[in-house]
């Protein structure tokens, strides 16, 4: 069972919306206490989108907010990002990932959780967005 699959990509014009989700397997899931959402361009490091504590603490980058937001349901194991107002610099490749905490002191405050401490991650579903 491959851990995260994410889906919901695709190519928009920007102004649109769309929702990827991130279906997660049962054994990381029961212990995936901080999920986020991360994106990369060709050349760049991976950065920080959006991620979400236990207690449903939401953080966000400073370039998605009041446009994403993040969301889980536990019924059906599966991370959400929704995306309105799409521009063209949020064309990236999206990816899901997990892991056993959030860093809860930052994630209070509306800092993300850094990459490196996310165990667990998808394969990446595609995100384009044109002027």
């Known amino acids: 069972q491959v851990p995260l699959v994410e889906s919901g990509g695709g190519s928009v014009e920007a102004g649109g919306s769309l929702r990827l989700s991130c279906v997660v397997s049962?054994?990381?899931?029961?212990?995936?206490?901080?999920m986020g959402w991360f994106r990369q361009t060709p050349g760049k490091e991976r950065e920080g989108v959006a991620t979400?504590?236990?207690?449903?603490?939401?953080a966000y980058a400073n370039s998605v907010k009041g446009r994403f937001t993040i969301s889980r349901d536990s019924a059906k194991n599966t991370l959400y990002l929704q995306m309105n107002s799409l521009k063209p610099e949020d064309t990236a490749m999206y990816y899901c990932?997990?892991?056993?905490?959030?860093?809860?002191?930052?994630?209070?405050?509306?800092?993300?959780?850094?990459?490196?401490?996310?165990?667990?991650w998808g394969q990446g579903t595609q995100v384009t967005v044109s002027s």
């Open positions: 049962d054994y990381i899931y029961s212990s995936a206490y901080c």
């Open positions: 979400l504590d236990s207690d449903g603490t939401p």
């Open positions: 990932a997990a892991a056993s905490e959030c860093m809860s002191a930052i994630q209070s405050l509306g800092l993300l959780t850094p990459p490196h401490l996310f165990h667990y």
